[in-house]
């Protein structure tokens, strides 16, 4: 089971709304990732975690808060968003980050967002 | 993606094979990846290679690395339709765990 599952797979909101993105993996990986993604670009990391606590912040506006619940779940909370917020939001994981065996991180189908 | 660079398109027959090329400039990158984006889904893993190797197979896939070069090319035997995709290479920025991306090759099969 190579399996990270997002949801909502769709999601609009105001620019007011606060909502949460969801990823789960039950694959006992300890690191896991938000990548954004604009059309016809490449994924940009925003976060990673490792172990249940935030490394890598990739100076990410404020309006964007991670959280790791536990090893399992990872969340997205977002508040007062802007239009170019818009874009596909991807969660991955891997069993360790860094380079080296069993890093290679397997990505989830993503959540499409529309700040309107 | 400045790091990583690919050509953005290429267009096969139906039957064909596919050569996807990249370029890296981060040489203490170990893992090199290449991952598949079907249009509205998220990224699949292909295959990735360890920096020691020149060559993976994997069914269809070839995967050559020229280190010196700091090249990666991905393969594709007897191309399909549903090969049909952006095709993203990667490496390993260091031990943070970050994945530099390539701008993705668009790939076209045609029939």
């Known amino acids: 089971d190579t399996e990270v599952t997002q949801t909502p797979k769709h999601l609009v909101m105001g620019m007011t709304n606060k909502k949460s993105l969801k990823c789960e993996q039950h694959?006992?990986?300890?690191?896991m990732y938000w990548y954004k993604q604009k059309a016809k670009k490449p994924p940009e990391l925003m976060f990673v975690y490792s172990y249940e606590k935030l490394s890598i912040n990739e100076s990410v506006p404020s309006r964007f808060s991670p959280e790791c619940p536990n090893s399992s779940l990872l969340n997205l909370h977002l508040h007062a968003l802007q239009p170019e917020d818009s874009a596909l939001y991807l969660c991955?994981?891997?069993?360790?980050?860094?380079?080296?065996?069993?890093?290679?991180?397997?990505f989830g189908q993503g959540t499409r967002l529309t700040v309107v | 993606g400045e790091d990583v660079e690919q050509s953005l398109f290429l267009s096969v027959r139906e039957g064909d094979s596919s050569v996807i090329n990249c370029t890296y400039t981060?040489?203490?990158?170990?893992?090199l990846y290449w991952y598949k984006q079907e249009p509205g889904a998220g990224l699949q893993l292909l295959t990735y290679i360890f920096s020691n190797m020149d060559m993976k197979q994997d069914q269809r896939l070839t995967v050559l690395l020229n280190k010196k070069d700091k090249h990666l090319s991905l393969r594709i035997a007897d191309t399909q339709t549903g090969d049909s995709a952006i095709y993203f290479c990667?490496?390993?920025?260091?031990?943070?765990?970050?994945?530099?991306f390539g701008q993705g090759t668009e790939l076209s099969v045609k029939p």
């Open positions: 981060d040489s203490s990158s170990t893992y």
């Open positions: 991955a994981s891997s069993q360790q980050k860094g380079q080296g065996p069993n890093t290679e991180a397997f």
């Open positions: 990667a490496e390993s920025k260091d031990q943070g765990g970050k994945l530099i």
């Open positions: 694959m006992g990986h300890r690191a």
